[in-house]
């Protein structure tokens, strides 16, 4: 990967490339790696749809910022209309390619498939990308596999290299087994190898890292304690489908039940983290009842502080696992509630500006 960009900025005067690939596989880790490999030496923007980092604004005042310090522009501050389009950025780029004397100028940009087009002019690049690139001026970005509204550019498609991929998640599997004593006891009561041990879980898998935090973490913690190898989910879907289960979303209490699917559901639709205060008011529910909830599905959570904290969905896929299991209609949520929620002045802390 980091031979192909090598080569991409060897090459090429100016322009995009692009990561590709699944949910799960790696990209955020290789982009966040690529920041480190240039020693921070460039502008670096992260999208995330559970920190409600998806508006093109939020990514134009951080990258104007980052411009305008790192290269000393004559700015003391923004101006009005900085965020509005790509206008003021590609000013700015035009600048600092002046500047370069032959150096380059790398912008990294993750997960542009996060991102909200709804919030853009219609027609427009995603992120109001510049069509048009001074030299020495690079985009490095990574998105899902996905038709997005981008300038010209080269794809990297890591979907390709399955087979490197796979050593890279056998030598994650193994380092991870190594650290952990809990998963080894388990190996050793299944009496197993660890090789076999790896090579199963590997291809359970589908080189998919997030479904192997979330198993490894679940075998060390104890929660596979009466499962056996074959037994343990197959894929990151599989998995999901077994902890809906375990979270007896299926139980009789169906009061219960409706509490947890409206609380999930909630999440799934909110643009930015909120707090459990938040939650419970939209829910109409309990806040201790609604923090219990959040607690048993703590896994699947970001949040964002010990005191007082906001809980946000941690990743997409799962947000979309969420909808497939047509959370919304058997959450029992109503345009009602949603009309409650605006009368009470919700809807603003809870979906965001707009």
């Given at each position: ?169 056998q030598l994650y599997i193994d380092k991870r087994t190594s650290n952990s004593a809990s998963i080894q006891s388990w ?168």
């Open positions: 990967m980091f031979k192909a960009i090598a080569d991409f900025l060897q090459k090429n005067p100016k322009g995009y490339f692009v990561l590709e690939a699944d949910p799960g596989v790696g990209k955020s880790s290789i982009m966040a790696k690529l920041v480190l490999l240039l020693k921070r030496r460039c502008v670096a923007h992260f999208n995330s749809q559970s920190q409600g980092i998806v508006r093109a604004e939020q990514f134009l005042e951080n990258a104007c910022t980052q411009l305008i310090r790192g290269y000393q522009l004559n700015y003391p501050q923004l101006p009005e209309n900085a965020t509005r389009d790509g206008n003021f950025l590609g000013r700015l780029l035009g600048e600092v390619s002046a500047k370069l004397g032959g150096k380059k100028l790398i912008v990294v940009v993750d997960a542009l498939d996060e991102v909200d087009l709804s919030l853009q002019g219609p027609g427009s690049n995603v992120l109001y990308l510049p069509d048009a690139l001074p030299d020495n001026v690079y985009f490095i970005v990574s998105k899902q596999p996905k038709t997005l509204p981008l300038p010209n550019h080269q794809v990297f498609d890591l979907m390709q290299y399955s087979v490197q991929s796979l050593a890279d998640v190996i050793n009561r299944q009496n197993l190898q660890r090789e076999q041990f790896v090579a199963a879980v590997a291809k359970k898998s589908q080189n998919n890292f997030m479904y192997l935090r979330y198993v490894l973490n679940d075998i060390d913690s104890g929660k596979y304690s009466d499962v056996n190898l074959q037994d343990l989910p197959r894929e990151l879907e599989g998995y999901y489908e077994k902890h809906w289960a375990r979270m007896e979303m299926t139980v009789p209490d169906r009061e219960l039940r409706r509490r947890k699917l409206k609380v999930i559901y909630l999440l799934t639709k909110t643009r930015k983290p909120v707090s459990c205060d938040i939650l419970a008011n939209f829910a109409k529910e309990d806040a201790l009842d609604v923090q219990e909830v959040l607690d048993d599905w703590e896994q699947f959570l970001r949040r964002n502080s010990d005191t007082l904290p906001d809980y946000s969905i941690y990743h997409a896929s799962f947000q979309r696992f969420l909808h497939r299991k047509d959370v919304v209609q058997k959450a029992g949520v109503s345009l009602e509630d949603i009309e409650t929620a605006i009368s009470d002045n919700l809807w603003e802390d809870v979906y965001g500006d707009g």
